[in-house]
């Protein structure tokens, strides 16, 4: 059985992250989604927010499982028994990173391969970070993240959370 493990801070979920998901979930047998520690991002959700707002995303595809790990990505590969890495890859800007990532992931275990997927041109510009600016300053991020985490970044900034 193929499966793949697609980490990120999925701070939040956003229909780009969607996207590259749920294609995978057309190509591997299983797909595991893992919320993550970014150690240059403050997330404005936890961990168990992200979970939960993940789970509910893709809760009408029984090959995708949602979880989250602490430490290092090489290690929750072996953990969670996964043939490769997933990352999306939107736009030339982001090469220059997830290169870096993948190779010093490599070096740190040379079976830790990382496969990455291009999401539908229309959300090569959507962002985690754009959206919670937007949706911070009162505009419209209906079209790039599902209804209820529209309305859980709401809650966010009705709390007064701070980005
Ligand atoms: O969605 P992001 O913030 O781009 O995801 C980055 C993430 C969480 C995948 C990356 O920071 C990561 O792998 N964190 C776990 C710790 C780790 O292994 N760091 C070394 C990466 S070379």
Redesign the pocket.
Known sequence: MSSILY?????PVTNG?LDVAFRAARIFDKVII????????KPLFSFDERIELLKHACRDHKNIEITS?Q??????VNEFKTDA?L?GLRAVSDFE?EF???L??RQ?NDKCETIFLMPSPEYSYVS?RLIKEIAFCGGDISEFVPDFVTGAIKAKREKGSVL
């Open positions: 980490p990120g801070s999925f701070d992250h893992a919320v993550a520690v970014n150690s240059e991002k790990f430490g290092l990505l090489v290690n929750a890495v990352r990173y870096q990532m993948a010093m992931n740190l985690s």
